[in-house]
């Protein structure tokens, strides 16, 4: 079966909504398979931007097959708002479009309790979105979570909001100082959104491997990065699932074996969204450069993203973790004005020089990022469509990085628009053992 996963190889916000509608051409069914709408997807097709919260990017694609797997987390407001929109502008959603039933309700103490404490953190917050994804990924490990499949039989929501919503303003008001929810007022709210979702529900596991069983091609959609994985990541300052290329086996019900290779999304620099540590990050005006030339403001929260630049090392772990077989790299015409480009290759932690990414949150407190200067190519980009196109000082760039991380660049963005891409190599066929077949 030609199943591949697409996978943000930094901290979120790579393009991967982009990627996604890009390769959607050459396939059949999109599945998205962790998160919740505490991540966004800008696409932009024919000039006209759409942005996805939770519904996959292959949306977008007439004809293509999207799912929604059991590893995500809903919001039902925020889902009906996306279908809402789709419709209006045109894209149908009845008949191709399906939620699984055993996916995680986001409910109203859910959001409660994440802001509440996230002002309990204080000076040590996370920099969550405030959307209530954590408690409720928290509640789904606790045995208490609602799932769709029980919001749309109403004896059985009634029942189970009744027990949790007791404990909840329990917490709220006694924990943390917040008035309690009203039990009749989310029970009403909630069954209104049962009745629009239901025609959605599925099994979606007996889907996906229908389309196994059919050997239709199929791409697994993720949603922030690898250094946001909840057990890889930079802790505590990471999402509340499963990031890495393997949360598809588990979010989406499918074996490891099912899994062709791993795409994955790299921006021409990074950014980091939220707080936590930042080897690269540029606080000066350069860094201000790159988030105003890059549009780098998060299509979910609007907050402004940090900048900085390509880390080598950071990337060397992710691809590790993942099983990187092929990168995307986006966005490398925002460095189109700068006259010199850097590449951090290596870390001081502690006045020691390492090539391996820590894994401790305290190592980053004394660390030095070890930088190699390249040529910039002052040349616009947008109009490239060949790898021939890109002027020598950008193909240089790439090629060093596939050196750095050992893994082929087969497509590069060079705008945010589908038609702004250079295919350079087929990426559903590419392997890291074919990077003989990889032109440069």
């Not at 990017?57 to 999207?66: E, F, K, Q, T, Y």
């Amino acid at each position: 079966m030609p199943a591949y996963v697409i996978v943000g190889m930094q901290w979120g916000d790579e393009g991967k909504g982009k990627i996604v509608d890009y390769l959607t051409q050459y396939a059949e069914i999109v599945v998205r398979h962790q998160g919740g709408n505490n991540a966004g997807h800008t696409v932009v097709v024919n000039g006209r931007k759409t942005v996805l919260h939770l519904i996959p990017s292959g949306i977008l694609h007439p004809g293509i097959s999207c799912i929604i797997g059991n590893g995500t987390v809903l919001d039902p407001a925020v889902l009906i708002q996306e279908l809402d929109s789709l419709e209006a502008a045109g894209y149908p959603t009845a008949g191709r479009l399906f939620f699984s039933d055993c996916a995680h309700v986001i409910m109203p103490y859910h959001k409660r309790l994440d802001s509440a404490q996230e002002r309990f953190r204080g000076k040590n917050r996370i920099g969550t979105t405030g959307r209530g994804i954590g408690p409720c990924y928290a509640d789904k490990a606790d045995r208490m979570g609602i799932r769709l499949g029980d919001l749309v039989n109403e004896a059985l929501f009634a029942d189970k909001l009744g027990a949790v919503l007791e404990y909840k303003n329990g917490v709220l008001e006694k924990v943390l100082g917040e008035p309690p929810l009203q039990f009749d007022d989310i029970f009403a709210e909630y069954c209104g959104y049962a009745d629009r979702l239901r025609p959605y529900l599925t099994d979606a596991v007996h889907m996906v491997h229908e389309a196994v069983a059919a050997d239709k091609r199929i791409i697994f959609e993720g949603a922030q990065g690898a250094m946001l994985d909840l057990d890889h990541g930079t802790y505590p300052y990471v999402t509340s699932s499963t990031t890495v290329s393997g949360g598809v086996c588990a979010g989406a019900g499918v074996g490891p074996t099912n899994i062709n290779g791993v795409i994955g999304i790299v921006k021409a620099y990074t950014t980091r969204v939220g707080e936590g540590p930042f080897p690269t990050e540029l606080t000066d005006a350069l860094g201000e450069q790159l988030r105003t030339q890059g549009n780098e403001f998060g299509a979910t929260t609007g907050r402004p993203r940090r900048c900085g630049w390509f880390d080598a090392v950071q990337l060397r772990r992710a691809a590790r973790l993942n099983g990187m077989t092929a990168i995307v790299m986006t966005k490398s015409d925002v460095l189109s004005t700068l006259d010199s480009v850097k590449i951090c290759t290596a870390y001081k932690v502690r006045g020691i020089l390492t090539t391996d990414f820590p894994t401790g949150i305290d190592a980053f407190e004394q660390i030095e990022p070890v930088y190699e200067e390249m040529p910039g190519w002052k040349q616009n980009l947008s109009g490239c469509r060949s790898w021939s196109d890109l002027p020598e000082p950008a193909r240089r760039y790439i090629q060093r990085i596939e050196e750095l991380l050992g893994v082929p660049v087969c497509t590069i963005s060079v705008g945010p628009g589908r038609e702004e891409t250079i295919e350079r190599v087929d990426p559903f066929t590419l392997t890291a053992s074919r990077r003989a077949d990889v032109p440069g």
